[in-house]
T-cell receptor, first 107, second 115 residues
Framework: KNEVEQSPQNLTAQEGEFITINCSYSVGISALHWLQQHPGGGIVSLFMLSSGKKKHGRLIATINIQEKHSSLHITASHPRDSAVYICAVSSNYKLTFGKGTLLTVNP | DVKVTQSSRYLVKRTGEKVFLECVQDMDHENMFWYRQDPGLGLRLIYFSYDVKMKEKGDIPEGYSVSREKKERFSLILESASTNQTSMYLC??????????????FGSGTRLTVV
């Protein structure tokens, strides 16, 4: 069993829809990270969370430490949001990654 | 703007060649990492370094070595490239002494093809 599980693996939405990507983890962590990777591109760090909720523009990330669960929400989705979203947890030096969620937003 | 720069975006090498992948960061970060990313397997840690001349093996170090002679530069070396090392290679850096509670900055990746 992977230490970091993401769902769904693939997600297709229409422009304007509200999107949720989930992440569950089974290990103790220092922080949880949400990362974005566009096709053929490098990785951009969206959020780093150790508790509560963070918001940046149309993106919101929440974490429930007791339940070992995090969600990434995108409000008013846009085709430029199409990318792979990766959840990762950090413990000491090490990042452990989920397999990613491929999001496609159609116009 | 802070940056992690990988020297090549695309690289094609022959089997048996010695390959150097370079990564430079301008953030005075202590920690630097090399990952490879493969479809269905996600990102896996090859090596990391927490200080100059210090290195630790990650999850898949076989067939690779690293060098960190200066704080800002972390090199990944494929001693004798093989086709199963065809992959996307990503460098990352972070602040902190053995602590993962600081943000990570990733490079743009090097897509290596070994033929």
């Amino acid at each position: 069993k992977n230490e970091v599980e993401q769902s769904p693996q693939n997600l297709t939405a229409q422009e304007g829809e509200f999107i949720t990507i989930n992440c569950s983890y089974s290990v103790g962590i220092s922080a949880l990270h949400w990362l974005q990777q566009h096709p053929g591109g490098g990785i951009v760090s969206l959020f780093m969370l150790s508790s509560g909720k963070k918001k940046h523009g149309r993106l919101i990330a929440t974490i429930n430490i007791q339940e070992k669960h995090s969600s990434l929400h995108i409000t008013a989705s846009h085709p430029r949001d199409s990318a792979v979203y990766i959840c990762a947890v950090s413990s000491n030096y090490k990042l452990t990654f989920g397999k990613g969620t491929l999001l496609t937003v159609n116009p | 703007d802070v940056k992690v720069t990988q020297s090549s975006r695309y690289l094609v090498k022959r089997t048996g060649e010695k390959v150097f992948l370079e990564c430079v960061q301008d953030m005075d970060h202590e920690n630097m990492f090399w990952y490879r990313q493969d479809p269905g397997l996600g990102l896996r840690l090859i090596y990391f370094s927490y200080d100059v001349k210090m290195k630790e093996k990650g999850d898949i170090p076989e067939g690779y070595s690293v060098s960190r002679e200066k704080k800002e530069r972390f090199s990944l070396i494929l001693e004798s490239a093989s086709t199963n090392q065809t992959s996307m290679y990503l460098c990352a850096s972070s602040l902190g002494y053995f602590r993962g509670s600081y943000g990570y900055t990733f490079g743009s990746g090097t897509r290596l093809t070994v033929v």
